[in-house]
């Protein structure tokens, strides 16, 4: 019997159900204190781009939280992005603060995290014996136990084979290249030459599965580089955010979603060319000086080729 060990931890903050998994160095999400902004009354829909019309309408991340995210990621649940908490789109606040958070994060089945919002995975390095140097990064944990539900081993999957076969080696895991003992290591650590699967034998040497950052979540073996976030400042379709919005080169399905769960009599629209031109150009063109007041610029280098579309 094999339990998946997700590499992300559950809360709550914009688009997939979750925080990520324990990283010291990952900037704490900023408080969402500009409030929540009560959902207009229907707005008027537009099916071809006006980029006058549209910087007209939209000059502020207030205004894109009132006329484009609160009609239909913000007035109930299950509109935005099924029952998924993460991101969490209700205020303009949450809104800012999505600049530069992982993507994917608490999506509850890992063959459903995409290869863009795989993290960069940590170390894996054995300290002993045959292959003592030798490491490599970790794609996936997997806790496989007994019938009765009982700890028989890890299963690790891995980017790179180790040269030789050991059997009980010590190891230990890194993180940006360092070693944290927090995260995992000492003995039981099985190695077949050629197979980028591992085992561990000791529960106790990776005391917090969840905690090790996996860059394979899926499986596929494509190793994530820790690159895909929800907003990229000065690129939108860098932007997970953007992907979802448009249902490009995603998986996942188009938000906001056309059905409301809650509300089955409701359908929510997608976003008009307009509103993602808007929504694209507060990404291409934001400042690092820019606060969630500032006001949404147009005419930036970045902005030259945005039609509203991927």
Same mark, same amino acid.
């Given at each position: ?134 490491? $490599? ?6 806790? *496989? %136990? !007994? #019938? /009765? ?6 299963? @690790? =999957? ?33 190695? $077949? ?6 085992? *561990? %034998? !000791? #529960? /106790? ?6 905690? @090790? =950052? ?54 929510? =629209? ?41």
């Amino acid at each position: 019997m094999t339990r998946t060990v997700a590499g992300v931890a559950l809360s709550a903050i914009v688009l997939a159900a979750c925080t990520g998994a324990f990283d010291p160095d990952e900037p704490a999400v900023p408080g969402a204190d500009a409030g929540a902004v009560d959902t207009p009354d229907a707005q008027p829909v537009y099916d071809e781009l006006d980029k006058a019309r549209a910087q007209a309408r939209f000059q502020t991340t207030t205004d894109l939280m009132r006329y484009v995210f609160a009609p239909g990621c913000a007035a109930e649940t299950n509109e935005c992005h099924s029952n998924e908490d993460y991101p969490d789109l209700h205020t303009e606040g949450n809104l800012w603060n999505l600049r530069y958070l992982p993507c994917n994060l608490g999506v509850g089945e890992r063959n459903t995290v995409e290869d863009f919002c795989e993290a960069l995975g940590d170390e894996i390095e054995v300290t002993d014996g045959a292959n003592a140097g030798w490491r $490599t990064r970790i794609g996936s944990i997997t806790l *496989v %136990t !007994d #019938a /009765d539900g009982a700890f028989q081993h890890y299963e @690790v =999957r891995v980017q790179t084979a180790p040269p030789a076969g050991q059997t009980d080696a010590q190891f230990r895991i890194l993180r940006d290249g360092a070693p944290v003992a927090a995260l995992g290591g000492g003995g039981g650590l099985q190695l $077949t030459a050629g197979s980028t699967t591992l085992r *561990v %034998t !000791d #529960a /106790d040497a990776i005391p917090d599965p969840v905690a @090790v =950052r996996q860059g394979d979540e899926n499986q596929n073996g494509v190793f994530g580089d820790g690159s895909g976030v929800l907003v990229r400042p000065g690129d939108a379709r860098a932007s997970y955010l953007v992907r979802r919005l448009l249902g490009a080169e995603t998986t996942r399905i188009r938000m906001p979603l056309n059905d409301n769960a809650d509300n089955p009599t409701e359908l929510n =629209r997608y976003l008009t060319p307009d509103e993602m031109y808007a929504v694209m150009s507060w990404i291409n063109c934001m400042r690092p000086e820019d606060d969630v007041y500032a006001p949404i610029r147009y005419d930036c280098p970045e902005n030259a080729d945005n039609e509203g579309r991927w």
